[in-house]
Nanobody
Framework: QVQLVESGGGLVQAGGSLRLSCAAS????????MGWFRQAPGKERELVVAISWKGGNTYYKDSVKGRFTISRDNAKNTVYLQMNSLKPEDTGVYLC??????????????WGQGTQVTVSS
């Protein structure tokens, strides 16, 4: 079992930055691809970014390319999402997820509870 806890969300003005963290416990994330999903009101949950279990492959949704960066620190069992140049359409609940041996992503085996990100115009 892997428990995932997100932090770092909040309210920010358009153009601002936030850094989300996802701390894992229960098991090392070194065998897991890690991803960040976004759940916006009235919309389906969507994969925003992902990093493969080895860290060599990444996926970025087109709308966040050049603005968001995912990284992982297996020693700290933590994944990060640096979000720059935020836009109101980035608003939503951001959920961390783990995919066993994903490269870069298949399907989530574990989910966090999410952290709210709100970008004001």
């Amino acid at each position: 079992q892997v428990q995932l806890v997100e932090s770092g969300g909040g309210l920010v003005q358009a153009g601002g930055s936030l850094r989300l963290s996802c701390a894992a416990s229960g098991r090392s994330i070194s065998s897991f691809a890690m991803g960040w999903f976004r759940q916006a009101p009235g919309k389906e949950r969507e994969l925003v970014v992902a990093i493969s279990w080895k860290g060599g492959n990444t996926y970025y949704k087109d709308s966040v390319k050049g603005r968001f960066t995912i990284s992982r620190d297996n020693a700290k069992n933590t994944v990060y999402l640096q979000m720059n140049s935020l836009k109101p359409e980035d608003t939503g609940v951001y959920l961390c997820a783990a995919d066993f041996y994903g490269d870069p992503w298949g399907a989530a085996d574990y989910w966090g509870q999410g952290t709210q990100v709100t970008v004001s115009s």
